[in-house]
């Protein structure tokens, strides 16, 4: 078996009264196209995924990626799926939008598109302006979110952010306040936070949509060992516990329940 | 370890001295902090210590 395999993007549509054409493209369209197709290929693995080449053909515009056969296999996989259920709610969050992306583009310009791979000639996924892949907006609901790590950015002219690189999550972009930033007294570069964030989660699967993120609030995080500030809460809190047994007591508290 | 969900009865030793399994509690919290593991608590285990 091939090691290598195909996918053709076809464009049919116009340029007012011309058909459209690789003469008549304009880069920028070509450059869309170019952004949505990794999304597609390689969704969660960008960093190690296997290399992919691009061509442009005449008919009306074919764009053809080419790229490692498992991907070409899991994608074509994804396509019989699509047109099956009519939906693209169960798919991981950037091949829905990236599908999404296509859809637009198609009401836009008033173009139909036409997805194929070369493991089935016969399987041609359709997007056109008379079709609906975009995902139920209701499953996506706003969440109050929690990340812990690193600050590494902080600031920007028109799209104020802060970096946060974490552990669970990689590296997160957080839209911020430009007031809340300035009104910040200490250096908060490279130091730790926790940051409390509203963003889009969704309700089936628990995945976070990590552009939706903004930030609330910055929560001193000092994950440090501190002798003197933690026998400060035991004077605080031990008046409570004299005399309990903690098993007893989550026994009785539980019902003889094991958690 | 990357890391630890903690039940009540570990906030109970870790917040009274008196307790027979203090410091193992305090002991076990130092070397979490100190091994960069990510401490996790559920809201159960919060709502029983509040109680």
Same mark, same amino acid.
Request: negative net charge; glycine residues 6%; hydrophobic residues 35%.
């Given at each position: 078996?091939?090691?290598?395999?195909?996918?053709? @993007?076809?464009?049919?549509?116009?340029?007012?009264?011309?058909?459209?054409?690789?003469?008549?493209?304009?880069?920028?369209? !070509?450059?869309?196209?170019?952004?949505?197709?990794?999304?597609?290929?390689?969704?969660?693995?960008?960093?190690?995924?296997? *290399?992919?080449?691009?061509? !442009?053909?005449?008919?009306?515009?074919?764009? *053809?990626?080419?790229?490692?056969?498992?991907?070409?296999?899991?994608?074509?996989? *994804?396509?019989?799926?699509?047109?099956?259920?009519?939906?693209?709610?169960?798919?991981?969050?950037?091949?829905?939008?990236? !599908?999404?992306?296509?859809?637009?583009?198609?009401?836009?310009?008033?173009?139909?598109?036409?997805?194929?791979?070369?493991?089935?000639?016969?399987?041609?996924?359709?997007?056109?302006?008379?079709?609906?892949? @975009?995902?139920?907006?209701?499953?996506?609901?706003?969440?109050?979110?929690?990340?812990?790590?690193?600050?590494?950015?902080?600031?920007?002219?028109?799209?104020?952010?802060?970096?946060?690189?974490?552990?669970?999550?990689?590296?997160?972009?957080?839209?911020?306040?430009?007031?809340?930033?300035?009104?910040?007294?200490?250096?908060?570069?490279?130091?730790?936070?926790?940051?409390?964030?509203?963003?889009?989660?969704?309700?089936?699967?628990?995945?976070?949509?990590?552009?939706?993120?903004?930030?609330?609030?910055?929560?001193?995080?000092?994950?440090?060992?501190?002798?003197?500030?933690?026998?400060?809460?035991?004077?605080?809190?031990?008046?409570?516990?004299?005399?309990?047994?903690?098993?007893?007591?989550?026994?009785?508290?539980?019902?003889?329940?094991?958690? | 370890?990357?890391?630890?969900?903690?039940?009540?009865?570990?906030? !109970?030793?870790?917040?009274?001295?008196?307790?027979?399994?203090?410091?193992?509690?305090?002991?076990?919290?130092?070397?979490?902090?100190?091994?960069?593991? *990510?401490?996790?608590?559920?809201?159960?285990?919060?709502?029983?210590?509040?109680?």
């Amino acid at each position: 078996m091939e090691k290598f395999g195909n996918i053709e @993007i076809r464009v049919l549509g116009n340029k007012g009264n011309l058909k459209l054409s690789p003469d008549n493209y304009d880069v920028k369209e !070509i450059i869309s196209m170019l952004q949505n197709i990794e999304n597609l290929l390689y969704p969660t693995n960008k960093k190690d995924r296997p *290399i992919i080449t691009y061509d !442009i053909q005449e008919g009306s515009v074919k764009h *053809i990626f080419k790229t490692g056969i498992q991907a070409i296999i899991g994608f074509s996989a *994804i396509l019989a799926q699509v047109q099956k259920t009519n939906s693209i709610d169960f798919l991981e969050l950037k091949t829905a939008q990236a !599908i999404e992306n296509i859809q637009n583009f198609s009401y836009q310009k008033n173009y139909d598109f036409e997805i194929k791979t070369s493991i089935d000639d016969e399987l041609i996924f359709r997007i056109n302006p008379n079709s609906k892949f @975009i995902r139920t907006e209701n499953i996506w609901v706003d969440a109050e979110l929690y990340f812990y790590g690193t600050l590494t950015d902080a600031g920007g002219k028109s799209k104020v952010n802060i970096h946060l690189d974490t552990e669970e999550f990689g590296l997160l972009t957080i839209t911020t306040d430009k007031n809340y930033l300035k009104e910040q007294e200490k250096n908060l570069l490279y130091k730790k936070f926790g940051i409390r964030a509203i963003g889009k989660q969704n309700i089936e699967t628990g995945e976070i949509d990590k552009k939706s993120l903004k930030l609330l609030q910055l929560i001193d995080f000092k994950p440090k060992y501190d002798d003197e500030y933690l026998n400060s809460l035991i004077h605080k809190a031990k008046a409570n516990w004299k005399g309990v047994n903690p098993d007893e007591w989550l026994n009785d508290l539980r019902g003889g329940y094991d958690a | 370890m990357h890391s630890v969900l903690l039940d009540t009865s570990f906030f !109970i030793r870790l917040l009274n001295d008196e307790d027979a399994l203090h410091k193992n509690a305090k002991d076990y919290f130092k070397y979490f902090l100190e091994s960069d593991i *990510i401490l996790k608590v559920s809201t159960i285990s919060i709502a029983e210590y509040c109680c």
